[in-house]
């Protein structure tokens, strides 16, 4: 089964910039769409943008729309989240997975971001 790593998190100013990736492993990555989440401290996990496999479809939450852009690399399988004019909402954990079959059943561990006001 496919496993996946999250780095890139860390802690940015208000207006600053990040990028996650996500790494995976094994042969089927290009098979599935791939998912950014993320949840907040007290709040559930929320939809943040995927992307499908060839990478011709994709979709942003209306929170993220214009600042933040998913893509992905199937020679290096990996998933991106360029993240930019971050604002102190986006802190979170954020995490990365993959619709292997009719739902999101794979899970990275999560990757914190914070960004300071």
């Known amino acids: 089964?496919?496993?996946l790593v999250e780095s890139?998190?860390?802690l940015v100013q208000h207006g600053g910039s990040l990028r996650l990736?996500?790494?995976a492993n094994?042969?089927?990555?290009s098979r599935y769409t791939m998912g950014w989440f993320r949840q907040a401290p007290g709040k559930e996990r929320e939809f943040v943008a995927h992307i499908s496999q060839s990478g011709e479809s994709i979709k942003y939450a209306d929170s993220v729309k214009g600042r933040f852009?998913?893509?992905r690399d199937n020679v290096k399988i990996t998933v991106y989240l360029q993240m930019n004019s971050l604002k102190p909402e986006d802190t979170a954990v954020y995490?990365?997975?993959a619709k292997t079959l009719y739902?999101?059943?794979v899970w990275g561990q999560g990757t914190q971001v914070t960004v300071s006001s």
């Open 1 to 3: 089964q496919v496993q």
């Open 8 to 10: 890139g998190g860390g």
């Open 21 to 23: 990736s996500c790494a």
């Open 26 to 29: 094994g042969r089927t990555f």
């Open 69 to 71: 852009t998913i893509s």
């Open 95 to 97: 995490y990365c997975a």
């Open 103 to 105: 739902t999101y059943d």
